[in-house]
């Protein structure tokens, strides 16, 4: 069964960075790009940025970008997401999803971060 | 910033019949922004339902069906179900000049009452 499977909860302090993991079980990301989207608690869904399927091209949504950075690594089919500069704002459920030509198919099961002094 | 519109709630009878609408503060909503529509029910992740304005996966009922509607993408629920009592959110592709971004809409939650 194809799944994306994403690392556990973070609980980090404002200013700090947070680092996680998508990886991909009973497949890989060959020809799927890789998205990443947050949502706040009670709040809806907010895109963050896309990697390409061979990791070297990157885009990111408008207000997020210089804190994000979206990398891959191929060997273990897996995609991590690092957020810097932590605020309270940022404290939301994260989820990952393939995509092939504009068709989300598989998503992961969400990783919650929460930023608290 | 764009800004993507959803009615912010509906609410339908079983088996009535229901429609969503998506709007872009860019302008008319074509084929050409791959509309996508996602079922989020509480505490799990979001389920793609529709993909590129109006193409069912193979898991999504016969019952759901997505258009353009005038200047908007729309989600059209014949024949609801208690079981499609949940949030929707339209996903819309923004390519032009190679910017290649994605907005979600606000969402709808859809009552089944």
């Known amino acids: 069964q194809e799944q994306l499977v994403q690392s556990g909860a973070e609980v980090k302090k404002p200013g700090a960075s947070v680092k996680l993991s998508c990886k991909a079980s009973?497949?890989?990301?060959?020809?799927?790009?890789v998205h990443w989207v947050r949502q706040a608690p009670g709040q809806g869904l907010e895109w963050m940025g896309i990697i390409n399927p061979t990791g070297d091209s990157t885009r990111y949504a408008q207000k997020l970008r210089g804190r994000v950075a979206i990398t891959m690594d191929t060997s273990t089919s897996t995609v991590y997401m690092e957020l810097s500069s932590l605020r309270s704002e940022d404290t939301a459920v994260y989820f990952c999803?393939?995509?092939?030509?504009?068709?989300?198919?598989?998503w992961g099961q969400g990783t919650v971060v929460t930023v608290s002094s | 910033q764009t800004v993507v519109t959803q009615e912010p709630s509906l609410t339908v009878s079983p088996g009535g019949t229901i429609t969503l609408t998506c709007a872009s503060s860019?302008?008319?909503?074509?084929?050409?922004?791959?509309a996508t529509w996602l079922q989020q029910r509480p505490g799990q992740a979001p389920r793609s339902l529709i993909h590129?304005?109006?193409n069912r996966h193979s898991w999504t009922p016969a019952r759901f069906s997505g258009s353009l509607l005038g200047d908007k993408a729309a989600l059209t629920l014949s024949g609801v179900q208690p079981e499609d009592e949940a949030e929707y959110y339209c996903l819309l592709y923004y390519g032009d000049g190679g910017a290649q971004s994605y907005v979600f809409g606000t969402g709808t939650k859809v009552t089944v009452l």
């Open positions: 009973g497949h890989t990301f060959s020809n799927y790009h």
């Open positions: 590129s304005t109006n």
């Open positions: 860019t302008g008319a909503v074509t084929s050409g922004y791959y």
């Open positions: 999803a393939r995509e092939l030509a504009w068709t989300f198919d598989v």
